[in-house]
């Protein structure tokens, strides 16, 4: 995969676009772009021919965006725990999660993929439970494939790659293509030893698995620049022996491009593919963070000229697919399905307190089942008595 992409070609624009950046991010130097943050192309041999497919990639993107925002104010308003935001990013997480096919891949997301799973097909209120810490929110549908949210760093990747080589066992033997494991890690998370263990199984096993490492810049308040001396950290790839391609992350044609052919080089048997998408966190870590106190904004402000919405939205007007009602539309409809979320979460069973331990292990230890035994009996009139 090519990853220095050429001059653009592109005319100038006659319509509103998002601004672009004047204060350049080395990170993103012989990073794949499609579309320019102003929304030009620069890439035309990669724009899909099928306007209404880019169209329905802008809706599910903005569709996150949307619900990202409005978490922030639900926990603001006491109504959702400690929260990790993702807007500014989420077309990393759109782009890559809407290159799988839904039923058939798996997503293994970070704690940071409220994103990702909302594009693949979990429900809104399923997302708000999870940030609730109630037991709905961590079951999920098994027909669905996505795993549940990772607080552990990097501990989805040694799950995401035995999932990738039971599928590729089960395909062996049916003699069909693959299904596909799809896995995300944050910049800070190629630190840790369980990014390696996923890494290095996936490559020597030729793995049907893709990785995609979301590198926003900081791990909490560490800059990637302070936990590596690599130059990039997609070069990684080369030492678990699989290809690797680096992409702008804010764009979400260019990851929507990449991310499909390594599910397609995967699920053909070629192995897996790690692709570092390049972004960056204008927000805080979480809800309860405040990163004035470890970086100056101005990086931050640059970002936010490349809002990779702005950059779509902007393409697809100037194409005449796009325009202010339709924006408009797709906000009001956006807000009912929050608003009906909302709505089915409140109304969910209360919280036992033993339920905290179901859905750890398939078959609990016996230690869990003591102390479910132990919480049954210190509240007997909510359990029917102890256990």
Known sequence: MSSTPPASTAAASTVPASPGTDTPDPRLDDALTVLHPDGQVARPDLVPTDTAHVTRLYRAMRRARLFDERALLLQRQGRLGVYPLFGGMEATQVGAALALTPGRDWLAPTYRGSGCALAYGLPMSKVILNWRAHPDGFRMDPDLRVLPFYTPIANQLPHATGIALAEARHARREHRPSNVALAFVGDGGTSEGDFHVGLNFAGAYRAPAVFVIENNGWAISTPTSRQTAARTLASRGEGYGMPAVRVDGNDLLAVHHVTAEAVARARRGDGPTLIEAITYRI??????????????????????????????????????????????????????????????????????????????????????????AELRALHPARSGGPA
């Open 283 to 372: 927000l805080p870590h979480t809800s309860s963070d405040d990163p004035a106190r470890y970086r100056d904004e101005v990086q931050a402000e640059a970002w936010k000229r490349r809002d990779p919405g702005l950059r779509l939205r902007a393409y697809l007007t100037r194409e005449g697919a796009w325009d202010e009602r339709q924006e408009d539309d797709l906000v009001r409809e956006v807000d009912a399905e929050l608003r009906a979320a909302v709505h089915d979460a409140d109304a969910a069973p209360d919280l036992e307190p033993w339920e905290l331990l179901e859905h750890v292990f398939e078959t609990p230890t016996p230690e869990m089942r003591e102390q479910q």
